[in-house]
T-cell receptor, first 113, second 114 residues
Framework: GNSVTQMEGPVTLSEEAFLTINCTYTATGYPSLFWYVQYPGEGLQLLLKATKADDKGSNKGFEATYRKETTSFHLEKGSVQVSDSAVYFCALTPRANAGKSTFGDGTTLTVKP | DTAVSQTPKYLVTQMGNDKSIKCEQNLGHDTMYWYKQDSKKFLKIMFSYNNKELIINETVPNRFSPKSPDKAHLNLHINSLELGDSAVYFC?????????????FGPGTRLTVT
């Protein structure tokens, strides 16, 4: 079956530090890949996505590149802010089945001033 | 305008009771989902519906039953509630299509069973 493995948290960084959250996946075919963010007390929001190999998704200073050769979709941001403190989820959806998404376990990020 | 809404936001009830959580989406999406998030933030998909047809059903107890009166609504009924059912339940929807499938989540319903 499909699976998503995320870097374990929690991750604590100082403001303006560089962020990387690793995500690797196992899936057949060419799934679409996503990063979602969950702020405290809220539901998940789509942060960025990529639908084919070598695509780069970007939003709010965050980036992730779909790497088929390493089956990875690592999330990066050059300079984090306190407001980026949240839980980040990596996810995949296979093209053959719209209803069969797989989420990683989430990584909690805390950014300190 | 809220895209995906859930009611109630908080639900406190006793063991053995039956309860429902309602979900509505005004995005015109084809697929809706229910997720359970535990205290460690792990997210588990429970059900999804596509045009009123159940298309996946993970290994959840049959005390949980989704009901979709129309394409915009997917309600979750829970019978004989147990302590382990305490969690945050999220509804979500997605537009379908070939490449996309991003999901739009509701704000969640925090269920506490005492």
């Amino acid at each position: 079956g499909n699976s998503v493995t995320q870097m374990e948290g929690p991750v604590t960084l100082s403001e303006e530090a560089f962020l990387t959250i690793n995500c690797t996946y196992t899936a057949t075919g060419y799934p679409s890949l996503f990063w979602y963010v969950q702020y405290p007390g809220e539901g998940l929001q789509l942060l960025l996505k990529a639908t084919k190999a070598d695509d780069k998704g970007s939003n709010k200073g965050f980036e992730a590149t779909y790497r088929k050769e390493t089956t990875s979709f690592h999330l990066e941001k050059g300079s984090v802010q306190v407001s980026d403190s949240a839980v980040y989820f990596c996810a995949l959806t296979p093209r053959a089945n719209a209803g069969k998404s797989t989420f990683g376990d989430g990584t909690t990020l805390t950014v300190k001033p | 305008d809220t895209a995906v809404s859930q009611t109630p936001k908080y639900l406190v009830t006793q063991m053995g009771n039956d309860k429902s959580i309602k979900c509505e989406q005004n995005l015109g999406h084809d697929t809706m989902y229910w997720y359970k998030q535990d205290s460690k933030k792990f997210l588990k998909i429970m059900f999804s519906y596509n045009n009123k047809e159940l298309i996946i059903n993970e290994t959840v107890p049959n005390r949980f039953s989704p009901k979709s009166p129309d394409k915009a609504h997917l309600n979750l009924h829970i019978n004989s509630l147990e302590l382990g059912d305490s969690a945050v339940y999220f509804c979500a929807s997605s537009p379908g299509g070939v490449l996309s499938y991003e999901q739009y989540f509701g704000p969640g319903t925090r269920l506490t069973v005492t």
